[in-house]
């Protein structure tokens, strides 16, 4: 970036359990998300947007350091992210003020206020809280500010975070990066069940039904109306959001990016929204609009989400630190290297101790044969041991409804999937566990 223009703002926006196909950019029919849609056709849709860990505490520590799990020591929900290097003590070392609004999930404080020294670096605008599934519900609550006091609202949940990001934006001064953590489309966990706002559009009748949802058991067909009506939501906030950088002058000069840590599979995958390395768990949106991303140029290939981290730096003009994993994704755009061949890597926890990797055909999963997330200790991120569980042809099988794990006829693609998945547990984990075919009698 030429010294002499000014350093973009940048704003990420960061849901929670949405699923990619809930906007309409990505094929739903619904026409619940025209603001994200319009964002993705001016800007850059990630086609193929793959989180590099289904859970919700993980994930934001890999998005905060730009690294695996196992590598933040963030493997499960529940662990404090402690040592590493965060995005904002990155923008903020830049020269960026830097602020967060709403979902933190990384400080195991729970319920109560976040130390300044557990905030992850952002100092300049803090509206927060650890988990606030804990300190709210759907249509009131408490977070945090800076100094620690509760900040309550008595509206619908979406619609508070988002006016708490409007005044970050216009306090915080330029540049500036910003991010707002929304709970939603989240259930909430202590009514087990999804919550849309009181004056929701219906949806109930003939909502769009996903290929891997339909004709299996589990709880889409009572929660997807309330689903879609919380995504529309969320549409609604992200123009209120875009409205108040308009307003400040500043749009133009504004990364946005939109994305969630997980899918939702509304427990057809045994007992689970998440947690397992299927489609509707791990494919989330990715949308990013502004500098760098203003030609309508998307990306074909498989992207994991750790490439968003070092593509903000990279608009920014700031340095990437050696220890991201991902890379920016300004040369595909810009044609420098080509749309192809992409794969992502990705990590299960708590449900099970699991690796998987997505390319752009094929889903290869495994998983340790005994060892649990749930069960394992501070030691068991991973194991010396993994079965192999999942094999999908997502070219002829989109919806993951036929395993063909363990088929003869599909011998040699699952060989070099392994091989391709142990390459990277190597690389990223510095580990060579034995993976077994699953004819040998494993689990």
Known sequence: MNSEETPPNVVVVVTDQQRWDSLGTYGNPMGLTPTLDELARDGTTLEVAISPQPVCGPFRATFQTGKYATETGVWKSAIPLEGEQTLAEIFKEAGYDVGYVGNWHLASTFDDPVPPAQRGGYDDFWLAAD??????????????????????FDQYRVDAFTEFAIEGIEQLSEPFFLVVGYVEPHDQNDRWTFVAPEDATRHDKDPFVPDDLRNRPGEWYHELPDYYGIVERLDENVARILEALSARGIRDNTLFVYTSDHGCHFRTRPGEHKRTPHESAVRVPGILSGPGFTDGVDIQRVTSVLDIPPTLLDVAGVEIPETMRGSSLRPVVEHDIPDEDGAAFIQISESQIGRALRTERWKYAVAAPTMTGWQGGSGEQSSDVYVERYLYDLQRDPGETVNLVGRPDHRDIADDLQNRLLAHIREVENESPDIKPFDKGYP
């Open 131 to 152: 988990v606030p599934e804990f300190t709210t519900q759907p249509n009131d609550g408490t977070l945090y500010d800076a100094d620690g006091q509760a900040v309550t």
